[in-house]
């Protein structure tokens, strides 16, 4: 089923929706290290990490609206997600490395979509909504990074070639930074 068949709908990151969200994120970390081979590379440290990670940005999401998230929702599941905020360890070290200032930058992380939803433009729906809600708050700039695959094909497609590669990052894995204006 494509997206124009569904009644998706994108919206802010309520309270409500917290317990939802965490087991979203669980479900879909877990598949990508899955996916990607990651656990046979030795990543499971890792992979608790971004899971608790993503627990602690929520609660701060929900108590002071930063970082903030978007939902798409089909119907009252939450089938994805992105969020934007402060650039992370990573951007700023791409910054670092490119010897450019991050002041002014915003980063957009947490793109994930439920495996069985992908495929079908919800991720890029997520990537327009959150580019507005950027404009809205007076950014030019913004950063995003990936390590997965996955992710590579995507931001490729819709940001070209990666500004930067920060090599084995996320030991052992490349981690991939791409910088760019909106538009
Ligand atoms: C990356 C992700 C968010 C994309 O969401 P999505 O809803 O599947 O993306 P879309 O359907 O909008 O895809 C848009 C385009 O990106 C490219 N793309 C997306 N996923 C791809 C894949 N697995 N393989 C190849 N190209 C892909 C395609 O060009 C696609 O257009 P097409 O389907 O018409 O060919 C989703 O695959 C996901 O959750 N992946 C796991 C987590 C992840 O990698 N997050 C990225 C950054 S942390």
């Known amino acids: 089923m494509s997206i124009k068949d569904m009644s998706i709908k994108v919206e802010p990151l309520k309270k409500k929706d917290k317990k939802q969200t965490l087991e979203f994120f669980y479900k879909t970390i877990t598949d990508s290290f899955k996916t990607e081979g990651l656990f046979e590379l030795g990543m499971t ?10 627990e602690k940005r929520i609660s701060s999401s929900i108590r002071s609206g930063t970082p903030y998230y978007l939902l798409a929702k089909d119907k009252n599941l939450v089938v994805g997600t992105i969020a934007f905020g402060r650039p992370g360890k990573a951007i700023e070290k791409a910054f670092l490395q490119l010897n450019k200032s991050s002041n002014g930058v915003v980063e957009i992380f947490s793109s994930f979509v439920l495996p069985e939803y992908q495929r079908k433009g919800i991720g890029s729906l997520l990537f327009k909504a959150v580019k ?3 404009v809205k708050r007076g950014y030019r700039l913004f950063a995003v990074n990936t390590g997965y695959k996955k992710g590579l094909k995507f931001w490729g497609e819709k940001l070209g070639k990666p500004s930067i590669t920060l ?6 894995i490349d981690c991939y930074v791409w910088i760019k204006e909106i538009r």
């Open 45 to 54: 440290d890792t992979c608790k990490h971004e899971i608790n990670n993503q």
């Open 132 to 134: 507005e809600e950027i």
């Open 167 to 172: 090599k084995k990052y996320y030991y052992p």
